[in-house]
Structure formats: structure tokens, C-alpha cells
């Protein structure tokens, strides 16, 4: 890895590379006389360690130059990627478009872009003489012109992700493909994801489709992980790896790159390594580690300087070859200043430690990842000597102790702090085709509009160092561009044409707009004003004007009207209309009043959660119910044949934990969770339980026992039931033999408690319709990921589907039919709805719980399905399918704003016609202690 000499013309390095020129010539001049002019040759050895090191010497300060973007006329890439169509246009025109660049400002204008050989030449306002000559000199010269107009409509620089693993955790994932981990060392910085990637990922084209056109692609886990490349989204006709390097220029091509290495800090490796002894089990064992590796790589580094002065300014013939050391080469070229750091750190003390080691070891930390913790220490981040990117994510939360402390808030904290923010999906933990959403959600809580497009675009770049070639819509750089359907930071705006070096992606026609939306509102802060409302928390009268719609049948239903007015008087709803003055049975002055802007009425959400009112952190069993998954591993778990050894949820509820206040605090009102399965694999889960999620007690149980839950398919392989012919007939022959019994079997059996089986596989789902005819029992299918392909006859059978998660995510084999709702593809939710499947939507993951509502709205923008539609989804079809009652005696939120969408909020939870919550904090501080 070591520059060509036409890249020796650095600014500063010129006239030392220079004298390291003439030195390298004088050298060898001195070699050559001297052997002709004397007999004693040379060692022809000492000879070759001199002339191979040499070159070392006179590069190993070098770092990667930035393009000249005005003189960028070609991009290799667009031969490579187009060599499979027939008929490239030498222009293609790009007209009547507003451009959002990458530093996130919209164009005044509409524009033009002029693209050729997969570079933007030219972007000029449409309205200017300037454009019009050129598309007419073009015309004149015969060129093949290919004009699209973009019809008023947004255009974005191809959207760049700086943290993945697509292609070394394929899809879907299998024991063949997945190399996202290697484990022989929690010090691998010689490993490298272009060994491991793998073209065939279909995660690769889902990414493109959605407007991403770059990826760095890291490794994963290790505390010095290795080394990561950054790939264009689009697999070559040639089927060549090396051509999606974004810096592929030629395969003669020597030149000094830019270089990605990954390191991990906290739970990561500190849990990957523990079954082995000489690996840390602590973050001081782990720090030991990091410096004991960097001291190698300094000596190292201090062997390779001594070598070259010894050489180049004692004029000594090396007796030993210029040292390296393939284990630490990558770290001497991170202390050069050759490779930019990228570490995976989440915890403040976890960012510290790793930037007092970099002080120490003088390298740079070039890019914190996940960093959910950063917004709690800006001044720490701010006051080291150069600028650190952090690349974390919209709204990661509560899984892990290292994530507990996040907030959804925190990328705005930082932009309020000038601290650079990138969001990123860390592929496959998020799809990465929501990376868009990643930058909405952000918004929504405070980012600006600027900054969330500039965090997956121009701030991306520039955190890759690659800011001369991709992350701007202009003039030199790779014409990576996406026409979106909307303003991309609206809810469902999806790529309408994407174009990658030049070549044609995604294209779908653009219709024509008039009227352009702009970016949606973010939510706004509580005033003083809002604050004060809160004293009205816990009465049953209280008074609501502003409402303007309401989707709460139990109440009225109400479209866009004229502000009404909601009366509750001693906890019943006593008035719903334009007015309620002659309502009033006491004093106005006397009434709590609530003034809402666009206020809509929603019943309480009801959702299924995996482990809400159980644990608090699912990766420690000790906050809460505990993990059945972590029992089996170990054999402690009891045969559940024998119907007793089921697990009610019910009996290991935990309340009040920050999980539930957050949800409700949401609006999600009504949890539905069975026992906490953990991840793995588990065939009986056991019977879920339905509660408030404000229960304080068990007063606010709802139905202690909701269904039994089975997972079948390859998530239900366990010991007992290894295959999935072993789960069918199993599950047959205890309900066949329970039928008489008073156990949750018979119960099952004779219709009086759902079977909720949690299965996303088309032929899994064919197997329990044939059960479900065999033994009239009531399923749930739960999951449901690949329902759409058998979804007239779900309907005509009545087996209602709780669609979880929502997103064609392809992790596995079972869900592998996914529908992408991208390039034209169509939607699970869409064709369920068409079907007439009673269709329910959840998460599939306590972290996403919270956002429910919003993917919700996401959801059923991408499916085109009514409001109507959604809110059932997450209300009564819930209830209907789970066989709930739930208490209308009235309980439903209010918000401002249509609370599925982004900008909105809520102002009050009314809980069986008690106040019980106004204008909730989202995050309220958290008191692990009270
Ligand atoms: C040849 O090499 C020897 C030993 O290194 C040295 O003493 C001698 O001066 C050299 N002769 C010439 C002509 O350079
Ligand atoms: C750090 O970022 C600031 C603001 O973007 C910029 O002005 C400054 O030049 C950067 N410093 C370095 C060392 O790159
Ligand atoms: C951020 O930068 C702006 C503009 O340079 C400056 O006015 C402001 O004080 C900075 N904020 C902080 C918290 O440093
Ligand atoms: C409402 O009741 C709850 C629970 O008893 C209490 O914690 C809270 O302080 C009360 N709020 C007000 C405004 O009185
Ligand atoms: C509500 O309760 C108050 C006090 O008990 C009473 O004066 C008032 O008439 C009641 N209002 C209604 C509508 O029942
Ligand atoms: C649904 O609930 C009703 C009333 O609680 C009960 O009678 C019925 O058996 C339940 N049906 C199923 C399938 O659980």
C-alpha cells in the first residue's frame, strides 16, 4: 500500500520527497559505481532490503490526497456499471428539479443537472440562458441526450451509510454466509470485510432501491476490529467486488487510499470472548490489551523510522529488511495518520477511556459509532485537538445497560453543541433501507431539516474523508442522485429514480408537482404555558377545545372540522361538540382547560411486545422476568408437555419500568406480552398477559391470560421439537390429547384461548391452516412476514395475521419472501388489507416499541392504506384479534397533530376518565432507584 510517484506532488511533502528522490538516485548510483569500480560485489541481499525499503521510507508518511473535483471529467465506475446496457446516452439531463445538497440547503431555484461518464459536469438553474444554450449545443453536436424532468420534485445527493455489514452478514442470514464476526482474537486488525463480501447479498439492491448509494462496510465486535472498505450500492455486470470500491480506479492502480479501521469499546468485546481464558472479561482488561497492542505497533512504527534514517541520513546499507509485521501494520499506518479510526463506543466513561488512550498513543479518533452516550459529554468531544464525527443512531434505546442512557433527543443535543452528526443503521441491526428514516426520526425530535439530510449525505462523506467524490449534488463528483416521491424528510417520500455513477437504478415515472411540500415540523418543546397544564394530572373533570378530529368510534368519530370541544365531568364524557358552554354544570372559570392546536382523539394504543412489564434490559436477565431462552440453554427449563411447566406472563409482571412509561407516554396504552422468549430459538414461549401500561398493580391487568404462544419454524427448533414436522405434530397431539383435560391445551383445543403462533414462513403458515381445519382450534399468526402469499386464504379461513416487524428486514430464512414496497414492489400491509385479512401491526423489538406509532404511519404511507386502516391495526383489530375487552369508560389520548405522523405530540392520556397524564415528557429522568 504505497503511492505511485504521480502522487508525490502533496503541497507540503514536495520538497522532502524531493531530497528522498535524489537521495534514492544517489544511493543507487552509488551501488552501481561501486560495484563496477571494485571487485568485493555488493551482498545482492543487503542490495534488495535497500531498494524495497527505500520505497517504504518514501511513502510511509504519505496520507491520501483529496480529488480535484473542478478537473474531474470521468468515473471509472460508469463503464463498469453500464457495460450492461445497450444503449448509454453520453448526457443525461436532469431538469426542473429542487436540489437538497449535501451540507442539507434546498436550491432557491429549480435546477438542471448535466451528467456524463458518471460524473455531474454541471448544475445550473433551469430558468437560466446558460442551461438552455447548452442542452441546445448538445442537440446541435448529436449527442444521444437522455432528458428527465423531475417535475418540481426533490433531488438529493445517493444517500451514504457509514456503518454496515451488508454483504459480510448476507441475506438472509446463514451459517454459510455470515462473517460479520471473527473470533480468533479480540485483536484482528489484519482482517478485512473485502475478503468477506459477498456480491450475492440481496441486501445490496434493497439498499440502492432506497436511495443509498455508498456503504462503509465494517467489521464487526472486536475490540481492534480490522479493516473496512466502503462499497457503491451496485453489483456489476462483471460480478466484481473490487469495482464497488468506491475509490476503484483501475486494477493497475496503486494509488494512496483512504482507509477505514474498526475498534470496539464496552459490552461488545468484553462479552464476545467469554468462554476463553486469556481474553479480557473487563474494560481494564480490555484497556490493557489496547495499549499493550499499540506499544507493539509504536515499536514498531519507531523500528521503521530508525531503519529509514539510518538509510537516508547515515547512508548505511541495511543489514535487515525495512520492518513490518502483517499483525500490526494496519495500527502503524492509524498512528501515520494513514488510516482513519472508526470505534464502536457507547458509554461517556467508555468515549473517554478510548480518547485518553488515543492522546497517549497519538492517534486520532476519527468517527465515534452508536456513541449513544455523546450527547451526555459534548465538552469531552469538543475539546480534543481535532473534529470527531459521530456516527450514531435516531432512536436506539433500553436493550443493553450501555444503551439505557440514550435518547431520542441526543442528535440535536449534539448539532446544538456544532458536534458533526451522521446517522447510520448498522445493517443488519437496522435494515438498511431505512436509513432515510433514521434522518426523519431525528427531525422529528430536533435535529434541523439541514442537518438530517446533511447526516446520511454530506456529513457521511466527510466523515469518510470521502466528501471530493460522493455526498454532493455538484460539479466533479460521482453523479450519485435520487428524485424522491417527496420532500424525503416527509413520512413514505421513497426514491422515484435513483441513479448510481451515472447509471439508472431505480426508475419509476414522476408525476407532475405543483404544490411543494416542505420538510415536516419537528416536535415542538413544552413551554412554561404547557408545564402548568400538568396540575391537571390525576382529576376526572377537565375541558378540551381545539379538536378537529377524532378516529375514537367509542367517542365520535370526527374528520378535520372546526374546532369542537370534549367535556369530561366526573370521569364520563358528558359533551362533544362545536360548543359545551350549556354543558357546564359548575363555573367555567372553574373547569380545567386544555387548549389543543389540531387536536385529534385516539383510543389508547394495544400492542404485542416481546418483553414490555417483564424485563428492562433484555441482555440482562437480572431487570426483570428473566430470559426463558438463557434457562434452556442451560437445561433448567421444564418439558412443556406437561402443561403446568407453561409460563404465564402474568405471574412474572414487573411495573412501572421505564419501558412501559415511555410507551405510554406514547399513547400506547394496552400491552399484550408473552414470557420473554430472548433471541434463539424457543418452541414454547408460554400464555401472554394484557395490562395498562401505567399499571401501578394488578389492578390494571386486563386479562390475565390472552393466548398461548408457540413459535414454529426455524425459531421454534428446540430440544424436543428439532424440526418443524416434529413442532406440527407435536402441537397436534397435545391438543388432541388435552381436548377433555381443564389445562391450557384443552383450552386451546376447545376454542377458549387463542393459539398465537409466532411464524413468518409461507409454508409454516400452510401447515397451520391445515391444523386449524383439522382441529377448529383459533390461530394467530404472529410475525407473518411472508403472509402476503397465501393471504385470500388466511382470509377465508379466518386466521387474522399480527405483522411484525412491519419492514422486509430478510434476516432469515423463513422470512425471505419479504415484500421490499420499494422500486415498485408492493406491501405485506397492502395486500393483507386486500385480501380482507383482519390484520393487526406490532414490534417485533422493545426498542422499536415506543416509535410504534410512527412506523405505523410510516407503514401505511409506503402501503398507501387509509388512516382509518393503520389505527385500526394498532387499536380494536388488536383487541378483536387477541379476544380483549378493553375499558372504553373513556380511554384515548389527545394530541396535536396527527399523532402517526412526524411534528406531532401528545397533550393528554385520559385512563378510565382520569387525567392521567398532560403533555408527558417523553423521557422522563430515570430513577432506577425509586
Ligand atoms: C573497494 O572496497 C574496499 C573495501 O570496502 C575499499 O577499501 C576500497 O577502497 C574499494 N576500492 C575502490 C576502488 O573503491
Ligand atoms: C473542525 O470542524 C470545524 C467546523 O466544521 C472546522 O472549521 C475546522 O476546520 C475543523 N478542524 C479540523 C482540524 O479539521
Ligand atoms: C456553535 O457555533 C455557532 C456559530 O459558530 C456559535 O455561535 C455557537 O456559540 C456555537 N455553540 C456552541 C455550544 O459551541
Ligand atoms: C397524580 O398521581 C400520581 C400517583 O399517585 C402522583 O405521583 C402525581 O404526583 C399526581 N400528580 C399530580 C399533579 O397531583
Ligand atoms: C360532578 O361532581 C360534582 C361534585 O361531586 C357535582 O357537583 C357535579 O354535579 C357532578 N357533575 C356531574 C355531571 O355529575
Ligand atoms: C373469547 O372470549 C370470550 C369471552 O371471554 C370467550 O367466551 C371465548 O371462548 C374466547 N374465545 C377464544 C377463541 O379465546
Given amino acids: 500500500m504505497f503511492a505511485d510517484s504521480s502522487l508525490k506532488d502533496r503541497k507540503n511533502g514536495i520538497v522532502k520527497l524531493a531530497v528522498l528522490g535524489a537521495l534514492v538516485l544517489s544511493l543507487s548510483v552509488f551501488i552501481m559505481s561501486s560495484q563496477r569500480s571494485n571487485n568485493t560485489a555488493v551482498n545482492p541481499t543487503r542490495q534488495r532490503f535497500l531498494l524495497e525499503g527505500l520505497k517504504y521510507c518514501k511513502t510511509k508518511d504519505q496520507t491520501p490526497k483529496m480529488l480535484n473535483t473542478n478537473e474531474r471529467r470521468t468515473n471509472p465506475r460508469f463503464e463498469l456499471f453500464s457495460s450492461g446496457l445497450s444503449n448509454p446516452p453520453s448526457y443525461t439531463i436532469i431538469k426542473n428539479g429542487m436540489i437538497i445538497d449535501g451540507d442539507g440547503t434546498t436550491s432557491e431555484q429549480k435546477m438542471d443537472i448535466y451528467i456524463r461518464d458518471g460524473v455531474v459536469h454541471f448544475v445550473m438553474e433551469s430558468s437560466s440562458a446558460p442551461s438552455t444554450q447548452l442542452e441546445n449545443f448538445l442537440k446541435a453536436k448529436n449527442h444521444v441526450l437522455e432528458v428527465i424532468d423531475a417535475n418540481n420534485h426533490y433531488i438529493t445527493p445517493g444517500l451514504v451509510e457509514m456503518h454496515s455489514h451488508i454483504g459480510i452478514c448476507s441475506q438472509p442470514e446463514l451459517k454459510g454466509n455470515n462473517d460479520m464476526f471473527e473470533t480468533m482474537s479480540p485483536v484482528t486488525p489484519f482482517t478485512r470485510t473485502i475478503d468477506a463480501f459477498n456480491i450475492g447479498d440481496p441486501a445490496i439492491q434493497l439498499a440502492l432501491n432506497s436511495g443509498v448509494t455508498s456503504a462503509l462496510i465494517l467489521p464487526s465486535a472486536n475490540l481492534i476490529s480490522g479493516e473496512g472498505y466502503v462499497f457503491k450500492m451496485m453489483v456489476p455486470p462483471s460480478k466484481s467486488v473490487e469495482e464497488m470500491l468506491v475509490q476503484y480506479e483501475s486494477l493497475e492502480d496503486t494509488g494512496l487510499k483512504q482507509r477505514w479501521m474498526k475498534m470496539a469499546c464496552g459490552e461488545n468485546p468484553k462479552r464476545r470472548y467469554k468462554t476463553r481464558p486469556e481474553a479480557p472479561k473487563s474494560r481494564m482488561g480490555l484497556g490493557h490489551l489496547f495499549r499493550h497492542t499499540l506499544d507493539r505497533a509504536k515499536a514498531l512504527k519507531n523500528a521503521q523510522d530508525v531503519w ?64 449513544l452516550d455523546a450527547y451526555l459529554i459534548p465538552d469531552i468531544i469538543k475539546e480534543q485537538p481535532y473534529n470527531i464525527t459521530l456516527a450514531t443512531f435516531a432512536s436506539q434505546w433500553g436493550f ?24 447510520t443503521t448498522d445493517h443488519p441491526a437496522l435494515p438498511q433501507q431505512s436509513l432515510l428514516s433514521q434522518a426523519q426520526v431525528a427531525h422529528h425530535y430536533g435535529l434541523s431539516a439541514e442537518k438530517a439530510i446533511a447526516s446520511i449525505t454530506g456529513e457521511a462523506a466527510k466523515g469518510l474523508r470521502l466528501d471530493d467524490r460522493i455526498g454532493y449534488l455538484r460539479k466533479g463528483y460521482d453523479a450519485d442522485i435520487v428524485i424522491w416521491s417527496d420532500h424525503p424528510l416527509q413520512m413514505g417520500a421513497k426514491p422515484l429514480k435513483v441513479f448510481i455513477d451515472g447509471v439508472p437504478a431505480v426508475d419509476s415515472p414522476i408525476e407532475q408537482k405543483s404544490d411543494l411540500a416542505l420538510a415536516p415540523k419537528s416536535v415542538p418543546e413544552f413551554t412554561g404555558q404547557e408545564i402548568s397544564k400538568r396540575k391537571f394530572e390525576n382529576q376526572s373533570t377537565i375541558l378540551f377545545t381545539g379538536v378537529t378530529t377524532s378516529y375514537d368510534a367509542s367517542i365520535e368519530k370526527l374528520q378535520n372540522t372546526d374546532p369542537w370541544e370534549l367535556l369530561i365531568e366526573n370521569g364520563t364524557i358528558t359533551c362533544f361538540q362545536l360548543s359545551c358552554t350549556e354543558f357546564y354544570s359548575s363555573n367555567i372559570e372553574n373547569i380545567p382547560r386544555i387548549h389543543v392546536e389540531d387536536g385529534h382523539i385516539l383510543p389508547l394504543v394495544t400492542t404485542l411486545t416481546p418483553s414490555h412489564g417483564l424485563n428492562e434490559m433484555n441482555l440482562e436477565s437480572s431487570t426483570g422476568d428473566g430470559i426463558l431462552m438463557e434457562a434452556m440453554a442451560d437445561g433448567q427449563i421444564g418439558d412443556f408437555r406437561d402443561p403446568q411447566n407453561i409460563p404465564i406472563a402474568n405471574d412474572g409482571l414487573q411495573f412501572g419500568s421505564m419501558h412501559l412509561i415511555r410507551a405510554f407516554a406514547t399513547g400506547i396504552g394496552n400491552i399484550i406480552t408473552p414470557p420473554a422468549r430472548g433471541e434463539g430459538q424457543l418452541f414454547m414461549t408460554g400464555v401472554s398477559t394484557a395490562f395498562r401500561s401505567n399499571s401501578e398493580d394488578f389492578s390494571s391487568v386486563l386479562k390475565e391470560e390472552v393466548a398461548l404462544h408457540v413459535t414454529v419454524g426455524d425459531m421454534g427448533k428446540q430440544v424436543f421439537v428439532p424440526t418443524i414436522s416434529s413442532q406440527i405434530s407435536t402441537l397436534r397431539s397435545l391438543l388432541v390429547k388435552n381436548r377433555e383435560e381443564n389445562n391450557l391445551y384443552g383450552r386451546v383445543a376447545r376454542k377458549q384461548l387463542p393459539l398465537a403462533v409466532h411464524t413468518n414462513s409461507k409454508d409454516v403458515m400452510l401447515h397451520l391452516l391445515r391444523l386449524k381445519q383439522e382441529l377448529d382450534i383459533y390461530i394467530i399468526i404472529v410475525g407473518g412476514v411472508e ?8 382470509a377465508a379461513n379466518n386466521v387474522p395475521v399480527v405483522v411484525s416487524p412491519w419492514q422486509c428486514q430478510r434476516k432469515f430464512w423463513d422470512e425471505r419472501r419479504c415484500l421490499t414496497g420499494l422500486a415498485g414492489q408492493g406491501t405485506l400491509l397492502a395486500s393483507l388489507i386486500k385480501a380482507g385479512v383482519k390484520t393487526g401491526l406490532s414490534s417485533d423489538d422493545d426498542t422499536k416499541v415506543r416509535l410504534l406509532l410512527h412506523d405505523s404511519g410510516l407503514a401505511a404511507s409506503l402501503a398507501g392504506i387509509s388512516k382509518n386502516e393503520v389505527i385500526k391495526m394498532i387499536t380494536t383489530n388488536m383487541e378483536e384479534i387477541f379476544n380483549l375487552t378493553i375499558p372504553k369508560s373513556p380511554s384515548f389520548f389527545v394530541s396535536e397533530g396527527f399523532p402517526l405522523g412526524y411534528g406531532s405530540r401528545i397533550a393528554a392520556l385520559i385512563d378510565r376518565g382520569i387525567v392521567s397524564k398532560v403533555y408527558p415528557e417523553l423521557e422522563p429522568a430515570i430513577d432506577i432507584y425509586s
Fill in 308 to 371: 529509514c534514517d539510518s538509510v537516508l541520513l547515515d547512508n548505511e546499507i541495511p543489514t535487515t529488511a525495512y520492518p513490518l509485521d502483517d499483525e500490526l501494520n494496519m495500527l502503524v499506518d492509524l498512528m501515520r495518520g494513514k488510516v482513519l479510526s472508526n470505534a464502536h463506543c457507547y458509554e461517556t466513561y467508555d468515549i473517554e477511556t478510548l480518547l485518553r488512550h488515543a492522546r497517549e498513543y497519538q492517534i486520532e479518533i476519527n468517527a465515534l459509532h452508536h456513541s
Fill in 787 to 794: 403472509s402476503h402469499l397465501l393471504a385470500t386464504k388466511l
Fill in 400 to 423: 443493553k445497560k450501555e444503551a439505557f442512557q440514550a435518547s431520542v433527543f441526543a442528535p440535536k443535543i449534539l448539532e446544538k453543541n456544532n458536534l458533526s452528526v451522521v446517522l
